[in-house]
């Protein structure tokens, strides 16, 4: 009887790690063409990504407007709008799909547009923001360069 159970425990155990291992680190994804990872997502989950991709990018632009012109005010209120709060409404299905490196990726750069929008708050230096903006960047190309998009049918 006990010999079953281990079977069992051992059996459920390794079932438990195969999917942590799908849904939390490898995601939904296949080699692309374009010789990046290719993660598959429902047409919902694509436009979900891509406007949030769009708005890393309006936030970026009016954050160098505003350094630009001096305006520690717009700097800090433009960084916000692409922080961490700007995780919630995503569909439930995507964090499964999206692998684990994505994942550090977008929450690493939602963290470092909250530390823009405190740096401007608090300090002000418009060239530690410039120099902060551009290792913020570095995770927009490093993600660009490592993934793609791709339907699932």
Known sequence: MCKLCWTLVAILTIGISALAYKFIVAGATEPGESGRTAIIMDAGEREFVLAEMRAFLVSVQEITQGLSDNDMKQVAASAKTSGRAAVHGAPGTLMGKLPLEFKKLGMDTHQKFDQLSSEAS?????DL?????GILMQNCTACHASFEIKLSN
Do not use: R, T
């Open 122 to 126: 608090e300090i002000g230096d418009k």
């Open 129 to 133: 923001l410039l120099k902060n903006l």
